[in-house]
């Protein structure tokens, strides 16, 4: 006999399920009627986008009344959005450049705003301030305005998050030089940068039991080390096994930014032993075997937040999620790809060979070495026989390859993350990423992903980024204001046998 809670409850799901297909079919018909309508904006062409925005994008309205003004109805927001995701991508450029450019900052209003408040320097201090609140308040695009109502309704974030990503795939595809589609791209971070604010993220530990829609996602999310089937996703959220996520209520079901960690004995000095070794799913977790915390993936799922502070932020979160739950782990580490490393050092022997410079890379003796290794010629070739060697995975399976290649790599690999620049901060986005959270580059792994991935991407070679927790705000602190990067004296080793070696 059934009970009668779960009659209850079956009562309730019907009319959630009743009331759910009576809402979808009448936002079916609506939709059919906007796309109906929005088809012929659409083949309209530039006038039909002048229309809906000179509709839709409401003045600013004056200093005086902007606290009294009505809000535009919220039709206008809707209509924005399904008119903007009928469109191609052509479309969608032109007219993200018709908002940025035509409903962005008056500039005439700005300029005479601006000598009103070099007037008011010799008056009292309060008419200074209102001149200055005045000409701030005016140099608000008419566009912010619109994304502040668009955030309000259903689906309101998530659209500008995903329109935040077509203009940022505009400004990295130079399909636009516009300087106002990058003013519209500030507009958008620093409105995302407020709503995505730490103290509205929730952080949520993904688990075996979580909904199945978020387990999926998060398969399809995995960027780093990507989930081969169900079993595996298993292994990923099991024991020895985190799994946590940022989410946020005003996008249900969409993990943010997504970290798995590895409960170790030790700092892991290869991926093999976390996503391909490790077999068992029922074990219970032995808390004496647990004293290490690896973060071996990190994966943002939202283009459109790139540049928004999540990642560092959810990292800090789970340590002290973890400190709680094994009050005497003592190590945090990451371990991480080094992705770009092999493209590096391509193009490095590459323009060695040009310039006549082989010898300015390796010392005579390792040339040698590698010439006999490859059976080459002495010279040129040998340059050109270690690119092809280091363009495929052939030379891993080589015990002799692989003596001959592991000083030379690791030595330009810890080149590669602690000596490359750019702007003065590392030139690789991962290293550049921990070092900002004040993580030392502790140590250099050798075989660490012997994956035909890890392979092409960084010769197999892995990097810990270790959290010593007493040390991370003074580390961040030293990286992002003096440019001075925190490593061990591993890592400085093979820098200095670099410098030894190379006359670059």
Not at 367 to 382: F, L
């Amino acid at each position: 006999m059934t009970s009668h809670p779960v009659i209850l409850a079956f009562r309730s799901s019907v009319r959630c399920w009743r009331h759910r297909a009576l809402l979808r079919v009448a936002l079916e018909a609506s939709d059919v009627r906007c796309r109906r309508r929005y088809s012929t904006h659409s083949r309209g062409g530039v006038s039909g986008m002048e229309e809906i925005l000179s509709r839709v994008v409401a003045p600013l309205p004056s200093y005086e009344t902007r606290d009294k003004s009505p809000p535009p109805p919220e039709t206008n927001s809707l209509e924005f959005m399904y008119f903007y995701k009928s469109l191609d991508k052509e479309d969608k450029l032109c007219f993200l450049t018709k908002l940025s450019q035509d409903f962005g900052v008056d500039h005439k209003s700005v300029s005479e705003l601006a000598l009103k408040l070099l007037d008011t320097q010799l008056r009292d201090l309060a008419t200074i301030l209102l001149a200055e609140d005045r000409l701030r308040y005016t140099l608000t695009p008419r566009y912010k305005q619109l994304f502040s109502h668009i955030s309000r309704v259903e689906g309101g974030v998530k659209f500008l998050v995903d329109l935040r990503a077509d203009v940022l795939e505009i400004i990295s595809s130079k399909a636009s030089d516009s300087p106002h589609i990058r003013d519209l791209n500030g507009a958008l971070k620093s409105l995302l940068s407020e709503w995505f604010s730490v103290g509205l993220l929730r952080l949520e530990r993904i688990t075996w039991q979580s909904p199945c829609e978020i387990l999926q996602k998060i398969s399809q999310y995995e960027a780093v080390h990507p989930v081969r089937n169900w079993t595996d996703l298993k292994r990923r959220v099991g024991p020895y096994r985190r799994c946590y996520a940022f989410t946020h209520a005003a996008m249900p079901g969409e993990p943010l930014v997504v970290l798995h960690v590895a409960l170790t004995e030790d700092i892991s000095d290869n991926i093999q032993s976390i996503v391909r070794e490790f077999a068992t799913l029922d074990s219970d977790e032995d808390v004496n075997k647990i004293n290490s915390a690896i973060f071996y993936s990190i994966s943002s799922t939202q283009a459109g937040l790139q540049g928004v502070e999540l990642g560092n932020v959810l990292i800090k979160r789970v340590v002290r999620e973890l400190q709680s739950e094994f009050p005497v782990m003592a190590q945090f580490s990451s371990l991480s790809p080094i992705p770009g490393f092999s493209a590096w050092l391509q193009g490095l022997l590459s323009q060695c060979r040009k310039e006549g410079r082989a010898f300015d890379l390796l010392s005579e003796e390792e040339w040698k070495e590698i010439q006999h290794a490859t059976d080459s010629t002495p010279g040129t070739p040998t340059v050109d026989s270690l690119r092809k060697l280091l363009s495929s995975n052939e030379w891993m399976r080589s015990e002799r390859l692989c003596g001959v290649l592991e000083p030379v790599l690791m030595r330009l690999c810890a080149w590669y993350l602690y000596g490359e620049k750019r702007r003065g901060y590392a030139l690789n986005p991962v290293a550049n990423f921990h070092l900002q959270n004040g993580a030392t580059m502790w140590r250099l792994n050798w075989h660490a992903d012997t994956s035909p991935r890890g392979v092409a991407n960084s010769c197999g070679i892995m990097v810990n980024y270790r959290y010593f927790l007493n040390e991370t705000s003074k580390n961040s602190a030293r990286y992002l204001q003096n440019k001075v990067i925190a490593a061990s004296d591993q890592v400085l080793g093979f820098v200095s046998q670099f410098q030894k070696a190379s006359k670059l």
